[in-house]
Antibody, heavy 122, light 107 residues
């Protein structure tokens, strides 16, 4: 079964930056896109960003466009989420999730990590 | 963005009940809809994709139907392990969106 492990969360002040990592294993990483999805405490799921299997296309939710950057290093089977100009409303558990179809662009997610918590607070 | 509206937001049911959750899209998404189950402190689990396709390993008591703007998730006979929150997600448009969730509670 595919495995995804997030890291890099923590406490940061408003306006600060943080970089999340998602280390993938047990599947052909270079054939699948990866999503970031977040969940604020006690709230629902919000899709954040997606990177295509080859890294050549990237998509963002309006709420993070211009502040967050998704990237991937296929040699390390890792996806990153660089988060700049953080706001209190970015406080959430951030999940990475594998796209469900080989070489697809933004479909459903069939495997999820356990998440990494980001807290934006002064 | 396409808005996804789930109803009800909370559902109280007993073991053995047939349960139906509805998800409505603000515009036509064809059949590009998935359903997830989430338990407290856990990551979401994919149940259904393409509106009605059952993910491998998911019990057959779960089923999905619908197309266009209206979709349903049905649990034919609710089991103790099914008490959780359920989310729909559309993947038809540039920006993927989730419904607000339906919490299935023990009656």
């Amino acid at each position: 079964q595919a495995q995804l492990v997030e890291s890099g969360g923590g406490v940061v002040q408003p306006g600060g930056s943080l970089r999340l990592s998602c280390a993938a294993s047990r599947f052909t990483f270079t054939s699948y896109g990866i999503h970031w999805v977040r969940q604020a405490p006690g709230k629902g799921l919000e899709w954040v960003a997606f990177v295509r299997y080859d890294g050549n296309e990237k998509y963002y939710a309006d709420s993070v466009k211009g502040r967050f950057t998704i990237s991937r290093d296929n040699s390390r089977s890792t996806v990153y989420l660089q988060m700049n100009s953080l706001r209190t409303e970015d406080t959430a558990l951030y999940y990475c999730a594998k796209d469900g179809v080989v070489r697809a662009i933004r479909v459903y997610s069939d495997y999820w990590g356990q998440g990494t918590l980001v807290t934006v607070s002064s | 963005d396409i808005q996804m509206t789930q109803s009800p937001s909370t559902l109280s049911a007993s073991v053995g009940d047939r349960v139906t959750i509805t998800c409505r899209a603000s515009e036509n998404i064809s059949g590009w809809l998935a359903w997830y189950q989430q338990k407290p402190g856990k990551a979401p689990r994919l149940l259904i994709y393409k509106a009605s396709s059952l993910e491998s390993g998911v019990p057959s008591r779960f089923s999905g139907s619908g197309s266009g703007t209206e979709f349903t998730l049905t649990i034919s006979s609710l089991q103790p392990d099914d008490f959780a929150t359920y989310y729909c997600q559309q993947y038809n448009s540039y920006s993927l969106t989730f419904g607000g969730g339906t919490k299935v509670e023990i009656k």
